[in-house]
T-cell receptor, first 118, second 112 residues
């Protein structure tokens, strides 16, 4: 049973346009969400995160939106650049109110391969 | 500053053998987590260690074990290798109980 789902295996976008990557989750205990970018032959690179007490977090060209009622989050990249072409993973964790939960237990989606065409 | 380092980069083993993978966390980080990523899937949590103690374990058989050393580096051991253990093994380090995990480049294990 997949707790974190990325239903689009791939996405192709023109350079300069917006890229929107989507992620759905089923576990209502998740309270922290992260996006990672992964190039071939490299480990995942942290991009941006959001706590469940927020509905938006922005960092430069990257914005993450969280809709708790829909159990949905999305990553917006504006403007998209060819160097953004990579596999993007959504991840979630259940830290608990005291943050005493296992920080290691990140649950990942299967990833979305983004291709940004010049 | 050096990031998370892992060794070896690549490894080829045969079924039934044993393997040891190594990880050094970012300087100052005291927690290390291990993940397995098979082709087409996201990373799957195996273990977390903090201050040399196991703090979390994923749904993996007892053939998988790990430990953390006083300098916070870590080893992942896998016994009695199966073909299905072929994967990219990722190590991530975390500053004490903060939320962002920083990953190393991984060790590509191939079991023949």
């Amino acid at each position: 049973d997949q707790q974190v789902k990325q239903n689009s295996p791939s996405l192709s976008v023109q350079e300069g346009r917006i890229s929107i990557l989507n992620c759905d989750y089923t576990n209502s205990m998740f309270d922290y969400f992260l996006w990672y970018k992964k190039y071939p032959a490299e480990g995942p690179t942290f991009l941006i995160s959001i706590s469940s007490i927020k509905d938006k977090n922005e960092d430069g060209r990257f914005t993450v939106f969280l809709n708790k009622s829909a159990k949905h989050l999305s990553l917006h990249i504006v403007p998209s650049q060819p160097g953004d072409s990579a596999v993007y993973f959504c991840a979630a964790s259940a830290r608990g109110p005291s943050y005493g939960g296992s920080q290691g237990n990140l649950i990942f989606g299967k990833g979305t391969k983004l291709s940004v065409k010049p | 500053d050096a990031g998370v380092t892992q060794s070896p980069t690549h490894l080829i083993k045969t079924r039934g053998q044993h393997v040891t993978l190594r990880c050094s966390p970012i300087s100052g980080h005291k927690s290390v987590s291990w993940y397995q990523q098979v082709l087409g899937q996201g990373p799957q949590f195996i273990f977390q260690y903090y201050e040399k103690e196991e703090r979390g374990r994923g749904n993996f058989p007892d053939r998988f074990s790990a430990r953390q050393f006083p300098n916070y580096s870590s080893e992942l051991n896998v016994n009695a290798l199966l073909l299905g253990d072929s994967a990219l093994y990722l190590c991530a380090s975390t500053l004490t109980f903060t939320d962002t995990q920083y990953f190393g480049p991984g060790t590509r294990l191939t079991v023949l």
